[in-house]
């Protein structure tokens, strides 16, 4: 089975860090854009960043950039998302999706079921 | 960034009646290869996710033919033939033309 599982969420305080971790499973991403997007739940998607197949092309939302840190691992079929200083505003569901295409064109066709990140003091 | 404004917020709809859901862009989401870089996404209760329409009318794998959808330029429209049960949710458009990637606030489908 096509499967995106995402890992590593949970309680932390403000200022504090995390890092997700999103497998794949029954497909290898090394050739796919790969994404992570969020949402506070109850609310809307919100993007937060992108990475290449090969890492020449990484893109983040700006209330992230500086703060988090996307990368990959083709050859364990791995995506993660460094969180440093984080904030209140950052709790939400954190997801990561497959881009149908390079360049994240043609949407995203395969999404995990998301890791909640809380940060609270 | 692209602000991507969708309409109505909230749609109440009967089944096998049609259904319309707009999407206009803040700016023009038309690629110099002459496609739309517009997505639309059905989030289930519960559940992650699912495309159903990319670079504005071509349907993703799996997705019944009832979903369309349409459009050029700044504005959208994903249209649903006959309305099943299963489609109740969230609808979200989301532009892919230039980063951030941003989506629309979400249209909520339930039968009335």
């Known amino acids: 089975e096509v499967q995106l599982v995402e890992s590593g969420g949970g309680l932390v305080k403000p200022g504090g860090s995390l890092r997700l971790s999103c497998a794949a499973s029954g497909f290898s991403l090394s050739s796919d854009t790969m994404n992570w997007v969020r949402q506070v739940p109850g609310k809307g998607l919100q993007w937060v960043s992108s990475i290449s197949s090969r890492n020449t092309v990484i893109y983040y939302a700006d209330s992230v950039k500086g703060r988090f840190t996307i990368s990959r691992d083709n050859a364990k079929n791995l995506v993660f998302l460094q969180m440093n200083n984080l904030r209140a505003e950052d709790t939400a569901v954190y997801s990561c999706?497959?881009?149908?295409?390079?360049?994240?064109?043609?949407?995203?066709?395969?999404w995990g079921q998301g890791t909640l990140v809380i940060v609270s003091s | 960034d692209i602000v991507m404004t969708q309409f109505p917020l909230s749609l109440p709809v009967t089944p096998g009646e049609p259904a319309s859901i707009s999407c206009r862009s803040s700016?023009?989401?038309?690629?110099?290869?002459?496609?739309?870089?517009v997505d639309w996404y059905l989030q289930r209760p519960g559940q992650s996710p699912q495309l159903l329409i990319y670079m504005g009318s071509d349907r993703a794998s799996g997705v019944p033919v009832r979903f369309s959808g349409s459009g050029s330029g700044t504005d959208f429209t994903l249209k649903i033939t006959r309305v099943e049960a299963e489609d109740v949710g969230v609808y979200y458009c989301m532009q892919a033309l230039q980063t951030p990637w941003t989506f629309g606030q979400g249209t909520k489908v339930e039968i009335k």
């Open positions: 999706a497959r881009a149908k295409f390079p360049g994240d064109v043609g949407g995203f066709d395969i």
């Open positions: 700016q023009s989401l038309q690629h110099s290869n002459g496609y739309n870089y």
